[in-house]
């Protein structure tokens, strides 16, 4: 076979023309040609239909829910005639020379969505910048695909239709007049048996792996391919990743604001991630209970907690979670945790949106290593999703030392770390290692200069100065327009301050709160931070409610839909009050301790009440308990910015924090 034999390049033009007027609305017009070219091994074409015109005025910004059903739209279709020889090709557009909106507009506010004709998905919504790069200009693409021969030698005809859709971003700023107009062009050339599909989704992380394992020069094994399940098992013929963070430094993912890790490949191309850390320290659930759930009615806390507080901080997670997947949460008898290693039947399979790794998912982290050594191990105790033994109502954790441990009571607080099924069509960009992780397309970009801080999401990183101390931020969320925000050093260089001295509410009896943390963060800690940045700064409102173990009962949330409202705890005594700084709440986003430090063992303030005469503490291995408000522990501050505060520089990782001013 001649690969060089074949170089097709069809020019089909659509011109797509963006016209912004004063009053911000659009006005669409489009040309089309039909091409086609012959080739020597068949032919293929791209066909505009002539059913549209395309031509829409008054046309809105759109909400990416509307474009696509009401987004302006060409239909075409793709022929392709193949003999012998395999066929690539690729689809993409092209910005034309008489476009005058800026790259950037270009990149930001252009929306694109493929379907075929009868609107089923090829490639879901995306920004323009999110697109491909084309092979052979500096277009987008929009598709690509090979077309096999016939196994017995005869002529192949192959048609594929397409509608695309194109909108302006719901937020596009612009009220003056830009042009925004490209032509759609295919690309096609004949390829031997070992050309492989552009990466795309999986398809990166496969090459990827395969790369990295043929470059090992050592023993070192980065995964681990279950093959030997029964032919209904979850597991069947899984790429887990297993080893230390030496051999596995291939499957880190940076998604809406945290960092992952990739643990699984499923045959159908979806992937399971779990985050790197710890993001929270609470109850699995009340007492006896060690089920994830079983109906609407009975979650338990650690369910509501993953899919409705930490689910909503994740961005465009519909696009990207895929929601059919199982979680497997079938009880593990294993007596010791060297047993986790049996894999488990699957008599308790749950649908939810975000989960928990199972133990048997975790034994294969550290298959290919050992329990303290795996690529896993954070030194903190986190929760698994299945129960030990459903009689006693206890759930598995990992220890410290990165053991399997059973026989965990549901109403201790132990760390969290959320994970999630990725659709096998996500897609991604970077090489996975911890230094440039993967970053999903489509996920939030960049914040860029002078967009205001309250647009971006929960778990980025902003960085201030205290006096002549560098400090690091993490976004916690947004509250009535202000970003709140939590420290990323412990304060007063990790001294221990009592949490009060007479009870357990911040901020009570603050004239003789003389050494406690209330007193230093609201007076030395603050003003040092207004000395330097001024008014940037804003009070805001904390929510002080008693917590027994049911993080909800430090504040109020309505009831979702389907779920009764009697297993949703609101004590409302001293429920809220107003501080400059403040700690974060049982159950807030990153209420946990930092990075192990064996050096620094001692437990880490929250702001409520355990009981009417104790306080909320996180121990250096990442469980809580509470303590009397009187020991001294080290403390997070956490602040409020206020809502007119912009981004001056940074891209919002932890290597790249955000400055940020007015």
């Not at 068949?42 to 059903?69: E, H, R």
Request: with cysteine.
């Amino acid at each position: 076979m001649n690969s060089k034999k074949i170089l097709i390049i069809v020019v089909s033009i659509f011109s797509f023309l963006v016209l912004i007027f004063g009053t911000s609305y659009a006005y669409f017009i489009y040309n089309k040609d039909i091409g086609e070219v012959s080739v020597e091994t068949g032919n293929i074409a791209i066909n505009f239909s002539d059913s549209n015109n395309m031509t829409i005025t008054n046309l809105l910004p759109m909400t990416d829910s509307y474009g696509k059903i009401n987004g302006t739209y060409i239909d075409f279709t793709v022929d392709g005639t193949v003999d012998t020889d395999r066929i690539y090709y690729e689809v993409y557009i092209v910005p034309k020379n008489t476009t005058t909106m800026s790259t950037d507009n270009i990149n930001n506010y252009i929306k694109t969505y493929l379907t075929d004709q009868n609107d089923v998905v090829i490639k879901g919504v995306k920004l323009y910048k999110d697109l491909r790069d084309s092979t052979k200009s500096n277009g987008k693409i929009i598709y690509q695909t090979i077309i096999e021969p016939n196994n017995n030698g005869t002529v192949k005809n192959e048609s594929k239709d397409f509608r695309l859709r194109l909108w302006l971003k719901d937020d596009y700023p612009t009220t003056s007049s830009e042009v925004f107009n490209f032509n759609i062009y295919l690309y096609a050339i004949n390829v031997d048996e070992n050309f492989e599909l552009p990466p795309d989704g999986t398809g990166l992380v496969r090459k990827a792996i395969t790369a990295k394992i043929n470059a090992q020069t050592n023993a070192c094994n980065p995964i681990w391919v279950d093959d030997n399940g029964t032919a209904n098992d979850e597991s069947d013929d899984v790429t887990y990743f297993s080893g230390t963070n030496d051999c596995v430094d291939m499957n880190y993912v940076w998604y809406s604001g945290k960092l992952w890790r990739i643990t699984a490949i499923y045959p159908d191309g979806s992937m399971k991630m779990v985050t790197e850390n710890n993001i929270t320290s609470i109850a699995f659930n009340g007492s006896g209970n060690a089920r994830f759930y079983t109906d609407a009615n009975t979650t338990s806390f650690m369910y509501q907690w993953l899919n409705e507080d930490f689910y909503s901080t994740l961005y465009n997670a519909s696009e990207f979670i895929d929601a059919t997947k199982l979680w497997n949460a079938t009880n593990s008898n294993a007596t010791s945790y060297t047993a986790i290693s049996t894999k488990l039947l699957e008599t308790n399979m749950l649908s939810a949106n975000v989960g928990l790794l199972n133990s048997y998912e975790y034994y294969n982290a550290y298959r290919n290593a050992n329990e303290s050594t795996n690529y896993l191990n954070i030194s903190y105790d986190w929760w698994l999703l299945n129960p030990y033994k459903l009689s006693n109502g206890n759930v598995w954790i990992v220890n410290n030392d990165g053991y399997g441990e059973n026989g965990l009571d549901t109403r201790n607080a132990y760390g969290v770390r959320p994970s999630i099924y990725l659709k096998s069509e996500v897609e991604f960009v970077g090489s996975g290692t911890a230094s440039n992780p993967y970053k999903i397309l489509g996920d939030k970009g960049v914040g860029r200069i002078n967009d205001l801080l309250n647009t971006r999401i929960s778990g980025e990183y902003v960085k201030l100065k205290n006096g002549n101390d560098e400090q690091l931020y993490r976004i916690i969320g947004i509250e009535n327009n202000k970003t709140k925000i939590i420290s990323m050093d412990y304060a007063d260089n990790i001294s221990t301050h009592k949490f009060a001295t007479n009870d357990n509410i911040w901020g009570s009896g603050t004239t003789t709160n003389s050494g406690t943390w209330y007193m230093y963060l609201n007076d030395t800690y603050y003003n040092g931070l207004v000395n330097t940045y001024g008014n940037l700064f804003d009070n805001g409102i904390y929510y002080l409610g008693i917590v027994f173990n049911n993080y909800k009962s430090s504040v109020c949330h309505n009831p979702p839909v389907g779920q009764s409202a009697n297993i949703w705890e609101c004590n409302k005594t001293n429920q809220t009050g107003t501080f400059n700084v403040g700690l974060p709440r049982f159950g807030e986003m990153f209420a946990t301790r930092l990075s192990y430090d064996s050096t620094n063992s001692i437990s880490m303030w929250l702001i409520n009440g355990g009981t009417n005469s104790s306080v909320w503490a996180i121990h250096y291995i990442g469980n809580g308990t509470w303590v009397a408000s009187s020991n001294e522990y080290i403390a997070r501050p956490t602040l409020h910015l206020k809502s007119t505060v912009k981004i001056l520089s940074g891209s919002g990782t932890e290597n790249d924090p955000y400055v940020v001013g007015l």
